[in-house]
């Protein structure tokens, strides 16, 4: 059961018309899968193997981010980080299910919360965000997904965020950002909206209350229940 403090379980303000979720560490528990196929490339290209546990700590940026952080490469070698990117990413999209579940609970929140509006901002490239969205059958749900290749851009800068907004066709105040990650928070702030920090995920809880969103759940199967205006 969720604690009332310093947690804080009712989203305070105005309504909600529709949400925009994070993928990994959020909809899907994916840590098995990208640990599997980025232990693979690195092993290949004659670098140390990753762990769980450090992939947890360094996933969330994007995967050329992912990769740096994994191979622990300098900045005077992009070509090899080119190569260990593309290949994680072959790996990943040859099999982008293995190790992967959805959290408990996930298709329940979706039918609870409609018929609001459902979009995924994900730093995952397109492609393999497709891939394991409809392997979910979430991605039918969605009116739209921004990945991280449709822009310059990834979280935390807001844009992705905006132009997810600006799909659905809904004000960013009326919009509830949903994320594992200080990415999703920081990145709704700056496009004014609110968030809601979970977690279940792979940020650490002391960091992510630091980034002080405007609702924490332990759980994504506690958002609906979290919907209903704050009492003073």
């Known amino acids: ?3 009332t403090a310093p947690f804080r379980a009712r989203l305070p303000g105005g309504s909600i018309d529709a949400f925009i979720f994070d993928l990994d560490g959020t909809l899907v528990d994916s840590l098995g ?7 693979e490339a690195l092993v290949a ?3 140390s193997p990753v762990t769980p546990a450090r992939v947890r700590t360094i996933v969330g940026d994007g995967p050329r981010s992912l990769c740096f952080r994994a191979a622990g ?3 005077g070698d ?3 980080v080119d190569r260990l990117v593309d290949d994680f990413l072959r790996r990943y999209a040859a099999e982008p299910v293995r190790g992967t579940t959805t959290y408990p609970g996930v298709h329940e929140v979706l039918d609870a919360l409609s018929p609001r509006l459902f979009a995924v901002c994900t730093n995952k ?6 891939l394991v969205l409809r392997e979910f059958a979430i991605l039918p749900r969605l009116r739209t997904l921004v990945a991280e290749d449709d822009l310059p851009v990834r979280k935390p800068d807001p844009r992705p965020l905006l132009l997810a907004a600006e799909r659905l066709g809904v004000p960013p105040s009326r919009i509830l950002v949903v994320g594992d990650g200080i990415q999703d928070v920081v990145a709704a702030r700056a496009a004014g909206m609110r968030s809601c920090a979970l977690l279940q995920g792979y940020t650490t809880r002391d960091v992510l209350l630091a980034a002080h969103p405007d609702l924490v759940l332990e759980r994504i ?3 609906p229940g979290a919907m209903e205006p704050a009492r003073t």
């Open 221 to 223: 199967e506690l958002l």
């Open 1 to 3: 059961m969720i604690r």
């Open 45 to 47: 290209d004659g670098l």
């Open 73 to 75: 490469l300098d900045d």
């Open 33 to 39: 899968g990208i640990t599997a196929a980025l232990h």
């Open 125 to 130: 490239g397109r492609r393999v965000a497709e």
């Open 78 to 80: 992009p070509g090899r």
